[in-house]
């Protein structure tokens, strides 16, 4: 993550900061705990300002055990304007690329899988899975909801709160600031 003396003024969050332990571990150790940890946080911080996609909201609603309680003048959610905003090409041509080394990864992955007689199939499964997913997932932007927090960062010119390595990195990539989740936690509290 880039780090930074001043913190910013407006925070585009990611759903990795409540559902990722690391992340959380601040706020709360439930999903729902970090939630409310982190709204009653920041709702003394009339400088900053917080926005959530409303992809990342629904996505919390999976992850809570509990009804999200009302973000309403902590937390404005906010969808990026999506037909506005460009990205430079050599991005693209760099995340086709990307996963196309990727695909090719997974499928090795694969093949191994399939040649491999003496493990137990459930065993293979569940190897099959963990291998296949980080070749082709950890790293990368690799959803809608990343996406959407990419670009509403960018349109607003926020700092993303994300412990998302393949949104950190794509942020990196397109001149976006990430915060580091410890520095504002130690910045907000201390105030």
């Keep these: 993550m880039l780090f930074r003396k001043k913190l910013a003024d407006s925070y585009v969050l990611d759903t990795s900061l409540f559902v990722n332990p690391d992340s959380r571990r601040h706020f709360g150790n439930t999903v729902d705990e970090a939630i409310s940890g982190f709204l009653s946080l920041v709702v003394k911080q009339r400088k900053l300002r917080f926005y959530m996609t409303p992809s990342v909201q629904k996505e919390l609603k999976y992850f809570a055990q509990k009804e999200l309680p009302s973000f309403k003048n902590i937390i404005v959610t906010k969808s990026p304007s999506l037909y506005e905003l460009k990205v430079p ?17 997974g499928l090795r992955v694969s093949e191994k899988f399939v040649k491999d007689e003496k493990t137990p199939m459930d065993e293979k499964l569940h190897k099959l899975r963990v291998q296949y ?57 201390g105030e």
Excluded: P, W
């Design 89 to 105: 090409a050599i991005l693209m041509y760099k995340f086709i690329d990307e996963v196309r080394s990727r695909v090719n990864a």
């Design 133 to 189: 997913k980080e070749v082709l997932r950890e790293g990368i932007l690799d959803s809608e909801e990343d996406f959407e927090v990419l670009m509403l960062a960018k349109e607003l010119n926020a700092a993303i709160m994300t412990s998302d390595q393949g949104l950190v990195k794509a942020a990196e990539e397109l001149g976006v600031r990430c915060a580091d989740i410890d520095s504002f936690y130690s910045h907000v509290k």
